[in-house]
């Protein structure tokens, strides 16, 4: 037996803690990762190739791969090759309709703050004001980013296409993919890459790789910000690094929360819990449901569904954690709060007024609701991105996306009256915070001859 049905309200604070504080498997790997990542560092290629040799079994020739990448793609069946397009072009889609327009508006005014540019402006301008103040903001993509995918026990070129596809998207120039070195390298990730158009290729795992796209090597230019996701060793090396380069946010071992009621299917939430738990032993497999026949009807399910899977030694262990169960709540206001606090990676609602419960949900990397809405539908092909926070990240950012990879300017031009109306609270503020110069530089624009620099005649205000 690999699960129990616990009761949400008698937890005991230690089992309460692991399943609300699920970094202690990324914690304990940070020693690692430094170590590994100030080798690179300082010996650049060279470390790297002894940890492909230790960490990898792979004695690398090149670690520059990028030109295998088209060749694997002309090599890789027709049906995966498919398979592939089909799941860029939908992530694409949608990462397409989150890029964000520049846009300048016109705030204040006699008219009360009419928009330039059609949009509305967001300014309280009164009829008192006869100034203009055009205001606006601008984004523009980073110029060079790092994509990870992880290969250490499975293939993930869905997570090439999860990186790379909205990166291109946002506009970045360069990006370049690190994924794990195999005596054959795995031919759909490098066919993965070409589809998605990365610029270069490493044959770099783990910890190391990380360590390669901050701080470069001989081979690996440097980069200004990390994404993707990893095991430990990978996120833990981001978590190391953070601080040095940007980073996207900790997408270490997978998890899932369901939240069902008495209306769901047992194994249907089972099918979703062995499909999260088959990533890693680190990953997290929780249901919560108000209905107590229903959660014994989980677990059976789950047990009845083990055998046979091809990674069943993963999936138990992932099940044994302390980080995964099956909860029995009071009510399902009992389960949303416990959902609240999880703060899942993928939270899936299986429940009859599903909307109704996602109204109440603040904390989730990503929602799927109703019964043919699997996890596996957004790992792969739905369009929406698969690297999410772990670790109740989700209560502080969200997952992957175009904004990931984009920097805001705001922008803005003042005319003379503009400025005028602004004098008196700009001046008196200034001198409040006793920064003289500054409200000299605005009454400066007031002065008949600005290069005199004395005087505080000027018209304004
Ligand atoms: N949160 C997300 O968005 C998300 C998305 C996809 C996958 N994932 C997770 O990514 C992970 C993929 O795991 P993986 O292992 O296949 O891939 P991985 O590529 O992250 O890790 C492989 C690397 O781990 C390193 N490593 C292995 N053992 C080590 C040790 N003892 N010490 C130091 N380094 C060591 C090696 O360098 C190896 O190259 C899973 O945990 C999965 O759940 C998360
Ligand atoms: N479930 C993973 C995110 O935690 C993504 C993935 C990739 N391949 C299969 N699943
Ligand atoms: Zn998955």
């Known amino acids: ?106 705030f204040g005014g006699a008219s009360g703050g009419g928009a330039a540019d059609g949009k509305t402006a967001g300014g309280d301008g009164g009829a008192a004001e006869s100034g203009h103040r055009e205001l606006g903001r ?28 909205p990166a291109k998207v946002a506009g970045v120039e360069h990006v370049a993919l690190v994924t794990p070195p195999a005596e054959e390298m795995n031919q759909v990730t490098l066919a993965a890459a070409h589809v998605a158009d990365a610029d270069r290729v490493y044959s770099i795992g783990g910890a190391q790789a990380i360590g390669a796209l901050a701080y470069g090597t001989e081979t690996v230019t440097p980069v200004r910000k990390i994404v993707g996701p990893g095991n ?11 601080g040095d380069v940007d980073i996207d946010f ?57 055998d046979g899977r091809e990674r069943s030694e993963t999936i138990r262990e992932a099940l044994d954690a302390d980080a995964s169960g099956v909860l029995h709540a009071r009510s399902m206001s009992e389960a949303v709060l416990f959902a609240e606090e999880y703060a899942a990676e993928h939270l899936s609602i299986q429940a009859d007024d599903d909307e109704a419960l996602l109204d109440r949900i603040t904390n989730a990397g990503s929602v799927f609701l109703g019964p043919y809405t699997p996890v596996a539908a957004g790992d792969y092909a739905s369009g929406t991105n698969h690297v999410l926070p772990t670790s109740g990240g989700a209560r502080r950012y969200g997952g992957l996306s175009v904004d990931t990879f984009l920097r805001s300017t705001t922008v803005q031009r003042l005319d003379r009256e503009g400025l ?25 624009r007031f002065e008949a001859d600005h290069t005199s620099g004395s005087g505080t005649d000027g018209d304004a205000g």
């Open 420 to 444: 005028a109306d602004l004098a008196e609270p700009i001046t008196t503020l200034a001198e409040a915070e006793g920064l003289e110069a500054h409200a000299e530089s605005v009454r400066a």
């Open 138 to 165: 601008r984004f523009r993509p980073l110029e060079r980013v790092g994509v990870y995918a992880p290969g250490g026990t499975a293939a993930y070129p869905s997570s090439v296409v999860m990186g790379v596809v």
């Open 250 to 306: 900790l997408a270490g071992p997978s998890e899932i929360l369901v939240l069902a009621d008495g209306s769901a299917d047992p194994g249907l939430v089972a099918a979703d819990l062995l499909a999260q738990a088959e990533h890693d032993p680190n990953a997290s497999v929780v249901a919560v449901t108000d209905d107590a026949d229903f959660a014994a009807a989980v677990v059976d399910a789950v047990e009845a569904r083990i």
């Open 1 to 106: 037996m690999t699960l129990e049905v616990r009761a949400v309200a008698e937890l005991p604070p230690d089992e309460r803690a692991a399943l609300f504080d699920r970094d202690a498997g990324v914690a304990g790997a940070r020693d690692d990762a430094r170590e590994i990542v100030e080798r690179v560092r300082t010996e650049g290629d060279v470390a790297v190739r002894e940890y492909c040799r230790e960490l990898d079994g792979v004695e690398v020739g090149n670690l520059d791969v990028t030109d295998d990448a088209e060749r694997a793609y002309d090599a890789i069946d027709a049906e995966v090759r498919d398979a592939i397009e089909t799941a860029a072009e939908n992530v694409r889609e949608f990462h397409e309709r989150q890029v964000p327009e520049d846009w300048r508006a016109s």
């Open 232 to 242: 430990r060793w990978t996120t833990a090396a981001k978590a190391e690094v953070r």
